[in-house]
């Protein structure tokens, strides 16, 4: 038999504490990925912040624009029932259209009533005429009259002086003199009385400018009666069906002018301190997504309502239910550049986002403002 031989401790000797230390000592120290991460995270909200304050003083940016224009509520000088309407709602319609007419038929009757009143004041005219004429008659009749009376009474007074005649008749003949005085004074107040009726040369006189201030405002009654488009603009929220009553001054329909738009901006406070009139801005509207038109700040709202209500005569404190108070904003009105065209795609209340370049568009910050807008621009297309 061959001997056995001796078993193998090479493979069944537990390591040494010496080569443990070793194998670790050699894969080196583990990172934690966490730490990584917080490190990036910080460095992205200090160039967030950073980037931040940069726009707010030299592109300021705000998707808060709204677009305004003059909005006219409009309806007719004149009471009456409507006869017809010209146009629908939302129409364009260019100035002078004919919006609307009231029935004419009362108009014309009161432009009627006024012509006969008018003629029938010329006609009192040719009357006036005719006792001016016999007034003066009577003038130069009673100053006749107190002439050869005075010469009379001069007489009879020389003969009662000689005692020719009767005392009585000096008596008599100082009252006839009183007389013919009392008839003249009476003949040229008739006279001053016949001039003022027929005023001078009947262009003046009271009726007849009475009769023509009635029949100039019937005819205007008449012209009032059809509304007309007070310039180029849209109609809407027409409120109108023929027979219906419109009152004097109520509103039936609004007119929006196209020739009068403009953007309004919502600015935070802090981000008013480089815009000055005149600053060019990128504007992006929401109706014409993928353009972007240039515009002017035109001015910065001077005032705003901060909200405070009184009670007694006295402010009221405002209620603290928020942690931090939300930023005030203040409109700045910005217009279209004089070579943009005014998109016939946008509204009144539209959605706008304002870029303003306090800048210019020559920095770093506005480069990459006009760059970020761009891509906005090209992204609104999908919302």
Known sequence: MSPIPPPSTSSSEPPSPDSTTSSATDAGPQRNPARMVAFIVAILVVVLMTWYVLTDRHAPY??????????????????????????????????????????????????????ATLAQATQGIDASSAALAASQADVAQARVNLANTRLATARTLELEQHQLV????????????KTAEAQLRAALAGLRSAELQLGAGGADNPQI????????????????????APRDGLVTNLQLAVGQYAS???????????????????????????????????????????????GRVHSIAGAIDPGRTF??????????????EPARRIPVRIELAPDQAWPEQVRS????????????????????????HRIQAISSYLY
Do not use: C
Request: aromatic share 8%.
């Open 248 to 294: 004097a001054g109520a509103q039936v329909l609004t007119f929006v002018d196209s020739d009068g738009a403009w953007v309004v901006a919502d600015m935070r406070e802090n981000q008013l301190g480089n815009i000055r009139p005149g600053d060019r801005a990128g504007i992006l509207f929401d109706a014409v997504p993928g353009t972007i038109f240039e």
């Open 311 to 324: 009670s007694g005569g006295l402010l009221q404190n405002a209620p603290e239910t928020r942690w931090f």
């Open 62 to 115: 705000t998707s808060r624009g709204t677009v305004s224009t003059w909005v006219t509520l409009i309806g007719p000088r004149v009471g009456g029932q409507v006869g017809e309407v010209f146009v629908h709602d939302n129409q364009q319609v260019r100035q002078g259209t004919p919006l609307f007419a009231l029935d004419p038929r009362p108009f014309e009757v009161a432009v009627q009533q006024a012509e």
């Open 349 to 372: 209340g539209a959605k706008v986002s304002v870029v303003v370049y306090t800048g210019g568009h020559g920095g770093p910050v506005g480069w990459i403002a006009a760059l970020l």
């Open 166 to 177: 009767s005392r009585a008749d000096g008596d008599n003949a100082r009252a006839s003199v």
């Open 209 to 228: 400018r009475q009769a023509q201030a009635q029949l100039e405002q019937a005819q205007l009654n008449l012209l009032y009666a059809t509304v007309e």
